[in-house]
């Protein structure tokens, strides 16, 4: 301010601007000294994705201003005669005549105060926007240092009553061979049961599905390379019970998985001490458009889901806990409802199917592409559906009938699902409970456009099913009773619901995030959550870590289905007991 004074063509506006330009030029310095680097480590320790845009701003308007700043304060004034300010002895200045006396001590303060102390305190702010920024980068673009290329794992993926995938990434290898051995009999050797492939287009990555086994028995498994130049250590996983026997077992679920640069998934620990039978993992696998693309190849996707598996914590459980996965919209880009043929061939047909789509259950329709799927566990059923490939623009009107989200072929599957075991001719036995499972809510209190409350129309269609098979089945048509329960994420809230549709109870639960930023319940992110009267919200969270539990026993007359809801340090946020209208 005290090299702007200098500049002003009057005395007058340079006693107001001057202050005004004081007060603005120390408020901008101070908020940038404190502000951006505020902003920054919020983003570092909390990752919530606004802090970005707020970081940029701040920042182009801090080069702005700095600029201005540095360029007024090189401006410095010199008493001589080459001065136009040059006071000449009289009581007035050469330039401008009388009344001097004045403006002579405003220019002659200027003239004497150096600006090195404002150079230095710029150069300060400078630097630490400067270390600011190089932390923010590091927290938002890891996968741009560093590649993760070394990262080796071997996993249990989908598993039946009779067969397992195992999957896993070897280097230096042409081919992934997978032993196997009876787990209760350690003394007897690992049997060669199988050899995939490997190659540079997948990554280094193979699948090889292992039939022939038994129902509800523990196995060991190991992943080798190419003349067993390198082997895993053994890992053990436990086959589903033969269908349609009832069982007493439980599981766990949930969505949003964002590593930091400098953390382990620690909160996959507490899945290891509830022990469940297995995990179903409901989409945001991984952010790669956090906070913004940096690139769409193939490569640039194969970088975060090695970054992903790189985790120690993460590794233990996908080597024994047999795993179940669906995509969401982070695995593209946030709110996805585009079809862009080369974003989505190398997000999605190559890096989440070489990754993680292998591992899954066989899809009904054979060819690729196609990534939603059944499985059961004993008597009971799972539909995991697929809401991105088929799904319309989410601007469409939310009744349009137009405005898919599973579109026509998906939503026969589901139906087929729900009606499967129904038919009192039906050879196939009726499954005791059955599970839709979604990356997104099911409930209409979630508002947004991106969730099945901004697609009435197939959602309409589904609801309809569901209760014209209950009437069905309590008149005698069909055989019962139909018990279905929903499950959901990607909210960054964990909640549950009993939503009503045509007097029909159903429940939904939905958890989120596992671990990765959360939405202020009430604040502007957290708004679009509702209480409508015909869909109650029975419960809300909003934390940083959390994680769905379902314990189901089907040996009672009645089968029991009990929701848990687990924060990451093991406390317990709220239980459900599902209560069947038959």
Not at 1 to 11: D, F, K, N, S, Y
Not at 158 to 171: E, F, H, N, P, Y
Not at 328 to 345: A, C, K, N, P, V
Not at 502 to 512: D, L, Q, T
Request: net charge negative.
């Amino acid at each position: 301010a005290h090299r702007i004074i200098v500049l002003l063509p009057t005395q007058k506006m340079n006693k107001v601007l001057s202050v005004i330009g004081l007060i603005c030029g120390w408020f901008c310095l101070l908020v940038f000294l404190f502000f951006f680097p505020a902003a920054v480590i919020a983003f570092y320790f909390y990752t919530y994705f606004p802090v970005f845009w707020l970081c940029v701003a701040w920042m182009g308007i801090y080069i702005i201003v700095g600029t201005i700043l540095l360029g007024v304060c090189r401006r410095r004034v010199t008493v001589g005669k080459n001065n136009p300010y040059h006071h000449n002895g009289r009581g007035d200045n050469e330039a401008g005549g009388g009344g001097g006396n004045q403006m002579q001590v405003e220019n002659a303060h200027a003239a004497k105060i150096t600006p090195r102390r404002t150079y230095w305190f710029i150069f300060a702010v400078g630097l630490l926007n400067i270390i600011a920024l190089g932390f923010w980068i590091n927290a938002a673009f890891p996968s741009r240092w560093e590649k993760f290329e070394n990262t080796q794992l071997q996993a249990v993926g989908s598993v039946t009553d009779t067969s397992a995938k195992i999957w896993g990434r070897l280097l230096a290898s042409n081919d992934m061979l997978v032993y196997i051995r009876l787990a209760s009999d350690t003394s007897l050797p690992f049997a060669l049961v199988g050899i995939a492939s490997l190659s540079s287009s997948t990554d280094y990555t193979a699948v090889y599905e292992v039939t022939g086994l038994q129902p509800a028995t523990e196995y060991q498994y190991q992943v080798r390379s190419t003349n067993d130049a390198f082997s895993f250590p053994a890992s053990t996983f436990r086959t589903f019970p033969s269908i349609p026997s009832s069982n007493s077992f439980s599981f766990v679920f949930g969505s949003c998985f964002f590593r930091r640069p400098w953390e382990d998934l620690t909160n996959f620990k507490l899945i290891t001490k509830l022990s469940p039978s297995f995990y179903m993992f409901l989409g945001d696998l991984i952010y790669s458009d956090s906070p913004v693309y940096l690139s769409k190849t193939v490569e640039y996707f194969y970088t975060y889901y090695r970054r992903m598996f790189d985790d120690k914590y993460f590794q233990s459980i996908l080597s024994t806990l047999p795993s179940f996965f669906i995509f969401s919209d982070h695995e593209l880009d946030d709110g996805w409802d585009e079809r862009t043929e080369l974003q989505y061939d190398n997000a999605i047909n190559k890096a989440w199917n070489n990754y993680v789509a292998v591992r899954n259950p066989t899809p009904p329709i054979a060819g690729g592409g196609v990534y939603y799927y059944s499985y059961n566990y004993g008597d009971v059923s799972f539909f995991v559906m697929d809401t991105r490939t088929y799904r319309a623009r989410n601007s469409l009107d939310n009744n349009s009938p137009d405005k898919d989200m599973v579109g026509s072929t998906q939503m026969e599957e589901i139906k087929e699902f729900l009606r499967e075991g129904l038919d009192p001719l039906s050879s196939i036995p009726l499954p005791r409970v059955k599970f839709l499972v979604c990356e997104i809510p099911f409930t209409l209190n979630d508002n947004r456009g991106d969730s099945w409350s901004g697609h009435m129309h197939e959602r309409t269609i589904m609801f309809d099913y569901i209760t014209d098979l209950m009437d069905a089945t309590e008149n005698g048509t069909l055989s019962g009773p139909l018990r279905v329960v929903f499950l959901s994420g990607d909210m960054h809230i964990a909640a549950s619901f009993e939503m009503n549709h045509k007097g029909r109870r159903f429940y939904e639960f939905s958890a989120s995030p596992v671990q990765a930023f959360s939405i202020r319940l009430g604040g502007s992110s957290g708004s679009f959550l509702r209480n409508r009267a015909d869909d109650k919200t029975l419960h809300t969270y909003s934390g940083t870590s959390v994680l769905g539990h379902m314990s189901v026993d089907t040996t009672t007359t009645v089968p029991s289905v009990k929701h848990t809801m687990y924060r990451y340090d093991g406390d317990v946020l709220w239980t459900v007991d599902v209560q069947f209208d038959s």
